[in-house]
């Protein structure tokens, strides 16, 4: 597993969330997979405490499931999961791009446009990790600009849940948000034209709800 490696000493439940919950949206750890801290803790060079409590985390987000004193696997791919984690995601992303939109400067726009160049390169090439990385960082310059932590937090939580079935469909060859659609989105946030912005926005997390079918 590339994604299990050891970790530095510092923020280790932090860095041992991260590394598992990356690890089960890449599929390294498949739906359904049998988890063990103890196996896990080895691997990423921990202690039991980080990954249990990571562990605990997973489970609060929906990535993991735990019967006491039984067994923790990871959860199967849900239809209806995603079309729900996608809802609140993209009403959020809404949300953050209404109030953002007014707010954003040159240097913004210009970021947004160098994530979706990076977005469309990496679809071009097949590099998943990339492209949605890519796709992150576009769209979090409206969430970051809009200063609305709450949703932030939110989106952090139940984006990974959308994030294991986006990816197998870029593994397939397809592509669940397009390029053309984050550059009408630019365009509309250059143009200050907060209307149109939030409109391309409902359309993109449409999009990914329609994915789930």
């Given at each position: ?185 630019i365009e509309a946030c250059a143009a200050g034209d907060t209307t149109e912005a939030v409109l391309v926005t409902a359309e993109i997390w449409r999009g990914l709800e329609g994915?789930?079918?």
């Amino acid at each position: 597993m590339d994604t299990i490696r050891p970790v530095p000493r510092t923020l280790l439940r932090d860095r041992a969330y991260e590394a598992i919950r990356d690890a089960i949206v890449a599929g390294e750890i498949e739906p359904g997979a049998l988890v063990r801290d103890a196996d896990l803790a080895e691997r990423l060079g921990l202690s039991r405490a980080p990954v249990r409590e990571a562990f605990s985390r997973l489970v609060d987000e929906g990535l993991l499931e735990s019967k006491p004193q039984s067994y923790t696997r990871v959860t199967p791919l849900v239809a209806a999961d995603v079309r729900d984690a996608a809802a609140v995601v993209g009403a959020l992303h809404e949300l953050v791009t209404r109030v953002a939109v007014p707010r954003l400067a040159a240097a913004h726009i210009t970021e947004m446009h160098a994530a979706n160049d990076r977005f469309a390169s990496a679809v071009r090439t097949g590099d998943v990790d990339a492209a949605l990385r890519a796709d992150d960082e576009l769209h979090d310059v409206l969430v970051r600009v809009s200063g609305n932590r709450a949703a932030a937090a939110t989106v952090a939580r139940y984006t990974p849940l959308i994030r294991r079935l986006e990816r197998r469909r870029f593994e397939q060859g397809g592509s669940c948000r397009s390029a053309g659609l984050h550059e009408r989105l630019i365009e509309a946030c250059a143009a200050g034209d907060t209307t149109e912005a939030v409109l391309v926005t409902a359309e993109i997390w449409r999009g990914l709800e329609g994915l789930a079918d």
